[in-house]
């Protein structure tokens, strides 16, 4: 496996009105994320990582260092070619769906690649491959309403996925799910991780981490620590991530 994404000495500030009274949110952040991996993001509210996240997304722009996307240094993308560059390399997967009750189940995975002015063909073959694999063959035409959380979050991940984008981006994607579609939805990200795609996922929950490969813990804008599941199983990798989290807090 070769490194997808690189970041490297990542610092964020923020300034208030006046340019007064400077924030800085991260400090020097610096990780590789190699093709094919699935890796978790930790850390207290405040600590930074939904600030890294929407750097990687390219929704804001680093104070100092650099982020590279598969050879694609994303401080020089310019800001008038951020949305063409998301969509041809990037997915989303968001806490709130963010589903158009107006389109149906099918036009709502389809959106990405009509923004992207693909062929009906393009979009028809990639909504057949991946439609099966996520149960949605027989809710295409039903609306958004019309579903359970389960299926909408399932959606919501055939959206992301139809690009097939190089890195797929899950912000606290179970947190306004119940246990069992959360964990539907876990075990789908897993899947898809199986399959080949690379995902990126900050959460504060260690059971979602569990499901993924690493982890890293950022604390104070920093990277704390991490750690690698190698050959533990869900259960046992969840007990190394709550030890990790516990030996966290007991040196604040």
């Not at 149960?135 to 399932?154: C, F, H, N, V």
């Not at 606290?172 to 897993?190: H, I, Q, V, Y």
């Not at 899947?191 to 950022?218: P, Y």
């Amino acid at each position: 496996m070769s490194s997808l994404l690189r970041l490297k000495n990542v610092e964020k500030t923020y300034y208030g009105k006046f340019k007064t009274h400077p924030e800085k949110v991260l400090k020097g952040i610096s990780f590789e994320v190699e093709a094919g991996e699935f890796v978790s993001i930790m850390g207290e509210s405040g600590a930074g990582k939904s600030t890294l996240l929407n750097l990687i997304a390219t929704l804001d722009e680093p104070s100092g260092g650099t982020i590279t996307l598969d050879e694609t240094n994303l401080n020089q993308v310019p800001e008038d070619k951020r949305a063409k560059f998301r969509r041809e390399n990037l997915g989303f997967i968001f806490q709130d769906f963010d589903l158009l009750d107006n389109f149906n189940v099918q036009d709502n995975i389809f959106l990405p690649l009509v923004l992207a002015k693909s062929s009906l063909e393009l979009m028809t073959d990639r909504l057949a491959e991946i439609a099966p694999r996520l149960g949605l063959t027989d809710l295409l035409s039903k609306r958004p309403y019309e579903l359970s959380g389960g299926q909408e979050q399932r959606v919501a991940a055939a959206r992301a996925i139809i690009t097939q984008p190089k890195l797929l981006l899950a912000d606290e994607p179970t947190g306004a799910l119940d246990s069992k579609t959360s964990e539907e939805l876990l075990d789908l990200l897993e899947e898809l991780n199986d399959r080949g795609q690379t995902t990126l996922m900050v959460t504060h929950s260690a059971v979602a981490a569990s499901h993924s490969k690493r982890v890293l813990f950022i604390r104070d804008g920093m990277i704390y620590h991490q750690i690698y599941r190698g050959e533990l199983n869900q259960k046992q990798f969840l007990t190394r991530i709550s030890e990790s989290l516990t030996a966290m807090l007991d040196k604040e």
